[in-house]
């Protein structure tokens, strides 16, 4: 691959050499044509653009399956703020720098759309009722594509019997909170409350504890170094926070619905879940 990729992106056979980062135009006449290199040299950053994007999507409930209301795939993407992880779907348009091309909405957070989508299966009986972990290849079983636009969610279902002809169409307008590089902000209407960053880092990590529960029950990991080593953490990390994936349901609802403690933290509430359900929750 490395000599490929060096041959492939070496200006000499479009008669140029490169010294030093500079470019110069060399004696020899050139053996490639200018319009297919520069042919090649898009390919190949698209491709490494798709090979990113793809590492991205497999945790990405909705990966594969989310589309602007202009045709652009929305792919998975998050980023990083005092260790926590957000994470959203960006228009492809807008990760190529064309944003004139985005649909009408371009991003948008994962947990706020992947919340809409999972409640309306449900809701339809698509989906199980009770809260059991949602993977992108159930859904991937159940859902054509879904398209968002600015005041509606397009669902189009695999089986065309439901809904109109297969799709599911579901009123929905996007947030009024402004959105810089994936993280989420609002104002704080009270000084007692969670800050919707620290709220949805806690959200995203019972899930994730869920998810690591669920790949050691039906065998799809050995052991606890071997999530570590997925994951990029050292093992104590991860048993440190599995303990989230056993918090009880009145605490989930308590969260989303903005009903907890400020002082509230991912680790502070992983030492404090019990072993068992007791009715008693952090608060």
Do not use: C
Not at 14 to 29: M, P, R
Not at 156 to 183: A, E, R, T
Not at 231 to 237: A, C, L, P
Request: aromatic fraction near 6%; hydrophobic fraction near 35%; glycine fraction near 6%.
């Amino acid at each position: 691959k490395g000599t490929l990729q060096y041959i492939l992106k070496n200006r000499f056979y479009i008669g140029e050499v490169d010294y030093k980062g500079t470019i110069n135009k060399s004696e020899h006449s050139p053996i490639i044509d200018r319009t297919t290199f520069d042919a090649v040299q898009k390919l190949l950053t698209d491709n490494a653009t798709e090979r990113n994007l793809s590492r991205q999507s497999s945790n990405s409930l909705l990966a594969g399956l989310l589309f602007d209301d202009r045709g652009n795939r929305m792919t998975p993407s998050y980023t990083r703020k005092r260790g926590a992880r957000y994470r959203y779907y960006i228009s492809y348009a807008l990760l190529q720098s064309r944003k004139a091309e985005a649909g009408s909405i371009a991003r948008v957070t994962a947990p706020e759309i992947e919340q809409v989508v999972v409640a309306t299966l449900r809701a339809n009986k698509l989906l199980p009722q009770e809260e059991t972990s949602i993977t992108p290849e159930v859904l991937q079983n159940i859902v054509e594509r879904i398209e968002l636009g600015e005041s509606d969610l397009q669902i189009l279902l695999m089986d065309k019997s439901i809904g109109k002809g297969g799709v599911i169409s579901v009123p929905w307008q996007k947030k009024s909170q402004s959105i810089d590089k994936g993280v989420l902000h609002a104002p704080m209407t009270s000084g007692k409350r969670l800050s919707p960053e620290t709220r949805d880092a806690l959200l995203y990590a019972i899930a994730r504890a869920r998810r690591w529960i669920a790949n050691i029950d039906s065998g799809a990991v050995g052991s606890l170094n071997e999530i570590a080593k997925q994951e990029g953490y050292v093992e104590r990390h991860i048993r440190l926070l599995l303990p989230l994936a056993f918090v009880e349901p009145s605490f989930i609802r308590k969260l989303i619905e903005g009903q907890t403690s400020r002082d509230l933290t991912v680790t502070g509430v992983a030492k404090l879940v019990p072993l068992r359900w007791t009715g008693s929750a952090p608060r």
